[in-house]
């Protein structure tokens, strides 16, 4: 489970912002993260300060 570093109202805000994939987009490699994941992680980054 994530951590609620962005609430549920800024989320509905920033949501549209990155580009959707489409079934199929990069089928090799790892699993797709969910970018409410991935913004997460960078806001723990800079907020931790994390280099």
Do not use: C, H, Y
């Not at 489970?1 to 609430?7: G, H, K, P, Q, S």
């Not at 079934?23 to 800079?46: C, E, H, K, T, Y």
């Amino acid at each position: 489970m994530e951590a609620a570093v962005i609430d549920v109202d800024l989320w509905t805000l920033i949501e549209p912002l990155p580009p959707m994939t489409k079934p199929g987009d990069r089928d090799l490699g790892q699993p797709r993260v969910s970018n409410r994941a991935v913004l997460n992680g960078i806001l723990f980054a800079i907020e931790a300060g994390i280099r």
